[in-house]
Nanobody, 122 residues
Framework: QVQLVESGGGSVQAGGSLRLSCIIV????????RSWFRQAPGKEREAVAS???????HYADSVKGRFTISNDNDKNILYLQMDSLKPEDTAMYYC????????????????WGRGTQVTVSS
């Protein structure tokens, strides 16, 4: 059983930066996607970024050039560096691991964290 614990969320002004961390307890397997999703109030959960051995990283178009996903294999920590934040980035951010066919498909993920809130003010 893989457990995920996110941290690093907070409130920033537009243009600011945050770095999210996700501690992965347990070994999800080298062929598993390690990803970040987000969900804003009243909206569907959407894929933000993903990393997997031998492929990626992958990013949603809305965050390309602003967000960077990385994985510390030694510490088993997944990061999401978020720069040039915009008010539309406001959401609960979740990390997840899974082996689905498509990194953007939330139903392909078996383990989820509880989320960390990111709020960007204009």
């Amino acid at each position: 059983q893989v457990q995920l614990v996110e941290s690093g969320g907070g409130s920033v002004q537009a243009g600011g930066s945050l770095r999210l961390s996700c501690i992965i307890v347990g070994y999800p397997g080298s062929n598993y996607y390690r990803s970040w999703f987000r969900q804003a109030p009243g909206k569907e959960r959407e894929a933000v970024a993903s990393i997997i051995r031998y492929s990626g990283p992958h990013y949603a178009d809305s965050v390309k050039g602003r967000f960077t996903i990385s994985n510390d294999n030694d510490k088993n920590i997944l990061y999401l560096q978020m720069d040039s934040l915009k008010p539309e980035d406001t959401a609960m951010y979740y990390c997840a691991v899974g082996d689905g066919a498509d990194w953007v498909d939330q139903y392909g993920y078996k383990s989820w964290g509880r989320g960390t809130q990111v709020t960007v003010s204009s």
